[in-house]
T-cell receptor, first 114, second 119 residues
Framework: AQSVTQPDIHITVSEGASLELRCNYS??????LFWYVQSPGQGLQLLLK??????LVQGIKGFEAEFKRSQSSFNLRKPSVHWSDAAEYFC????????????FGSGTRLSIRP | GAVVSQHPSRVICKSGTSVKIECRSL??????MFWYRQFPKQSLMLMAT?????????EQGVEKDKFLINHASLTLSTLTVTSAHPEDSSFYIC???????????????FGSGTRLTVV
């Protein structure tokens, strides 16, 4: 069964600083990986996803993530954060099936220091 | 892009009553939808997989008789919380996959969620 670990519960970075949110997954086959963002009381918005091909994935809002099979990781990065990036970020993993569920990590709350 | 509409966004009900939450795919057909539950400051826990025209598949530990799921059409799944109690208060989110995503694979789109408060 697939699982996702986000080791950082809460991260605070200064506005304009770079950001990296960690995600490690466990899955026996090639995983489908996602990063979602959730603002308080809201649904989820997909930032980016990885299925195959180039291991560096570009997403919306200036985010990118790199799939590293050897490390079972899919870390999310942004070179310069904005105050509006403060939110909860979830990494998720799915399987190669048309009806497969996706499993979420515990989430990382991002705060931005002015 | 694919849009999933979830209603209501907020609902307050009395203990012992039932509440129905709707999840609609607005511009695509979804043979499969997913229902998640999220407690404050926690992650999303998958409750069940809703299958059009057949019974839902529940995750371990989720009470089937408490959380009734109906997926009567390719664009609508409903979650009914029966005989609700305060411990059922939570944020419920649905998700659907746009199969027309084709080679893009997982076109999962999430609804905006429903905040259920049982008093």
């Amino acid at each position: 069964a697939q699982s996702v670990t986000q080791p950082d519960i809460h991260i605070t970075v200064s506005e304009g600083a770079s950001l990296e949110l960690r995600c490690n997954y466990s899955y026996g086959a090639t995983p489908y990986l996602f990063w979602y963002v959730q603002s308080p009381g809201q649904g989820l918005q997909l930032l980016l996803k990885y299925f195959s091909g180039d291991t560096l994935v570009q997403g919306i809002k200036g985010f990118e993530a790199e799939f590293k099979r050897s490390q079972s990781s899919f870390n999310l990065r942004k070179p310069s954060v904005h105050w509006s990036d403060a939110a909860e970020y979830f990494c998720a993993v799915g399987a190669d099936s048309s009806a497969s569920k996706i499993i979420f990590g515990s989430g990382t709350r991002l705060s931005i220091r002015p | 892009g694919a849009v999933v509409s979830q209603h209501p966004s907020r609902v307050i009900c009395k203990s012992g009553t039932s509440v129905k939450i709707e999840c609609r795919s607005l511009d695509f057909q979804a043979t499969t939808m997913f229902w998640y539950r999220q407690f404050p400051k926690q992650s999303l826990m998958l409750m069940a997989t809703s299958n059009e025209g057949s019974k839902a598949t529940y995750e371990q530990g989720v009470e089937k008789d408490k959380f009734l799921i109906n997926h009567a059409s390719l664009t609508l799944s409903t979650l009914t919380v029966t005989s609700a109690h305060p411990e059922d208060s939570s944020f419920y989110i649905c998700s659907a996959r746009d199969l027309s995503a084709g080679s893009e694979g997982y076109g999962y789109t999430f609804g905006s969620g429903t905040r259920l408060t049982v008093v």
